[in-house]
């Protein structure tokens, strides 16, 4: 018995338990009655909530941009010291 494998179940077993929100989209544990992030809101909060979580989302893929951006400048700048020497 391998502790590696006692946790890889383990993780299996909670990715099982985790399902959808067809109103948010957002993933929660299956065992809850209902979601925990719009289960208690109105249309107004929802909207208010997939707005939220749009920006979120709009933010993580800038700063992947700027990551790559930087990533690439790096190389061109190691590039033309490289071809300097
Ligand atoms: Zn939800």
Redo the contacts with the bound molecule.
């Keep these: 018995m391998s502790f590696g494998m006692g946790w890889k179940a383990l993780q299996l077993s909670r990715l099982k338990n985790r399902q959808r ?1 067809p ?2 989209r ?1 993933q ?1 544990d299956k065992r809850k009655a209902q ?1 925990p ?3 208690d809101l109105d249309s107004n909060g929802l909207a208010e909530l997939k707005w939220k979580i749009e920006q979120d989302q709009q933010a993580n893929t800038r700063l992947g941009k700027l990551f790559i951006y930087l990533a690439l400048l790096i190389m061109i700048g190691l590039l033309l010291l490289n071809s300097q020497t």
């Design positions: 929100c109103r948010c957002l929660y979601c992030y719009c289960g």
